[in-house]
């Protein structure tokens, strides 16, 4: 999801209509606050929880933001700088996250960033901007709850559409995507259940033995960055049962199970179980151990993995226009019983993650207008980039026939490759010049009011017109006729859609915390072992210190607070649909 982005174009936006119009290059803000002038070029430190790079941006986007707010991005990036919460805690020590904050919320790290004085007001500065006049309500709701008054945090991902709607587009938040040339040269076996993907790995790493640049293929590459209460890389394969995680518990879409991740016979030791027999069948890359999320997409990228839960893995690095009219790329297969975890929409955004202002900060207007930007019809296209949007227009994309589509370029860049960037756009090669916030700020599905068609790209009508490619053409076939992952899944009735809510979670005690910190180290540190056990023997004696260990640290203590709040989760997810079909009664 790591993704940059570049314009040419500065466009005023009409805040009554968010419609953009109008264009050049100078360096006024399209909300015109004006107070503070633009001669002076800034270094802007962006503390970033979410990013997956750190340093200076670079590239096309880098000239984007110097051509509109003559500044820079300097990402600061826990997932980065060791992952955890120690970069977190020691920048609000010294009481300076940085000027700009895009930070996750729960556990009431929003309030206690406020109450310590680590983000700015944002009230008077976004008084005439857009983002305010066209998302009151979102933000209202985000600041609503806090004990001091104010606009501290904007909500990600803010939409127009139901909740019940996948906020997906046209990919789930997980499917198990094959490259498909490889499951068709196996004849398509079809998986009655999920240990019956294992054989069929086998068989595909056998039949695709080497990568295109001549390297061990291996079916499944894991890594460590992203696991927190757990291994990550486990829980997905949980997902394409309809589970997502809240704590150490499994919650179902529709609210109707909740799972402690301990539970021998619950999901997620289920899936730990398949993890171990893969890698006894030799189809997990040794390297998932030690690699980091970049070396694992260059793997993609070289066709080196052959199976992928996420769809901004596989089929995004991998199913170049080339490859895919060669008949290879990642497609979706399915495993009968499966129903694949879909985030719904969030009409009243997604409060997990907020976009703020550091209170340190020399520069907030500036800072307010590339918010306001952001979330901006042409913000979303550019900065909304690395979550498949278009990108550039008159580089990537243009309007042709009433109708946006790429131009050569975008054809070979998007959605992420190494393709060189002429010097009048920024230079450099495109997949490094994508922005590297991985911010949403607004719904990738809503619809573009230039283009009349969703910011997704792939959901547009110019391509979803172009799944003629031999590799489309044949997974439709297995398919039934479906364009999309979705359209599948949903004609399958195998899809589980989680209603988009404004919930987070509340703030919980320290000794909670406390314990939860010593729990979830043994609970990761020992599923990675038990993949990595030498036998089942050992894949059990692993599981059972796991439980015993984590039991006698108060596992039990911080369950009970996860089962509370999975409860007020699927509370809040049946209140969303109500409130959104109750809207304008």
Not at 109 to 133: H, I, P, Q, W, Y
Request: glycine share 10%.
């Amino acid at each position: 999801m790591k993704k940059r982005i570049l314009s040419l174009l500065l466009c005023t936006i009409i805040a009554a209509t968010t419609i953009l119009a109008g264009c050049g290059k100078e360096t006024t803000s399209s909300s015109g606050s004006g107070n503070e002038k633009k001669d002076e070029f800034i270094t802007v430190d962006v503390f970033d929880t979410l990013a997956n790079y750190q340093g200076i941006q670079s590239g096309w986007f880098a000239k984007v933001v110097k051509d509109k707010f003559n500044m820079e991005l300097n990402i600061i990036a826990p997932n980065v700088a060791g992952g955890g919460d120690t970069l977190f805690q020691t920048r609000s020590a010294a009481g300076n996250l940085g000027d700009l904050i895009i930070s996750k919320t729960e556990n009431g790290r929003f309030e206690n960033m406020v109450k310590a004085g680590l983000l700015m007001d944002m009230t008077s500065l976004l008084k005439d901007k857009a983002v305010l006049t066209n998302y009151k309500d979102a933000i209202d709701i985000m600041n609503g709850d806090l004990e001091t008054k104010g606009i501290y945090g904007i909500p990600g991902e803010i939409s127009n559409q139901s909740p019940l709607v996948s906020s997906e587009g046209i990919e789930p938040l997980v499917s198990p995507y094959v490259r498909w040339d490889s499951y068709k040269a196996i004849g398509y076996p079809a998986m009655e259940s999920l240990e019956d993907f294992i054989p069929v790995m086998k068989s595909m790493q056998e039949n695709t033995p080497k990568s295109d640049s001549g390297k061990k293929t291996y079916a499944i590459s894991l890594f460590k960055d992203w696991d927190d209460n757990m291994m990550v890389g486990a829980k997905n394969y949980a997902s394409l049962y309809g589970y997502n995680e809240i704590g150490f518990v499994l919650v179902k879409a529709d609210g109707s199970d909740s799972q402690d991740i301990t539970s021998s016979d619950g999901y997620y030791v289920k899936a730990l179980k398949f993890l171990f027999q893969a890698n006894q069948a030799g189809v997990i890359d040794p390297e998932s151990t030690t690699q980091n999320y970049d070396i694992l997409s260059d793997k993609y990228r070289d066709g080196q993995i052959l199976t992928s839960l996420w769809s901004f893995q596989g089929s995004s690095y991998y199913n170049t226009v080339e490859h895919k009219n060669m008949g290879k790329g990642f497609m979706p297969a399915y495993i009968n019983g499966s129903s694949p975890f879909s985030f719904g929409c969030y009409p009243s955004g997604n409060g997990k993650t907020i976009i703020a202002i550091g209170s340190q900060t020399k520069h907030p207007e500036r800072i307010a207008e590339f918010i306001d930007w952001l979330y901006s019809p042409e913000g979303m296209e550019l900065a909304g980039q690395a979550n498949g949007a278009a990108g550039i227009e008159g580089l990537t994309w243009e309007i042709k026939d009433g109708k946006a589509v790429f131009t050569d370029f975008g054809e070979k860049a998007l959605p992420n490759n190494d393709v060189p960037v002429p010097e009048e756009w920024g230079g450099g090669s495109w997949k490094d010049g994508v922005c590297a916030l991985n911010f949403k700020t607004l719904s990738i599905v809503d619809i573009d009011p230039r283009i009349n068609e969703p910011y997704l790209t792939s959901m547009w009508s110019s391509e979803l017109a172009k799944r003629t490619t031999p590799l489309d053409l044949d997974w439709q076939k297995i398919s039934g006729g479906a364009k999309t992952t979705i359209e599948f899944l949903e004609n399958n009735h195998a899809l589980s859609v989680a209603p988009g809510t404004s919930y987070l979670q509340p703030e919980e005690g320290s000794d909670i915390t406390t314990l939860r910190g010593q729990c979830k180290a043994v609970i990761v540190d020992d599923s990675w072992k038990m993949i990595f056990a030498k036998d089942e023997t050992e894949f059990n004696s692993i599981l059972k210190h796991m439980q015993d260990t984590v039991k006698g640290l108060g596992y039990e203590q911080v369950l009970n607070v996860d089962m509370k709040n999975a409860k007020d989760l699927a509370a809040s997810r049946i209140k969303a649909v109500e409130d959104y079909n109750n809207k304008g009664k």
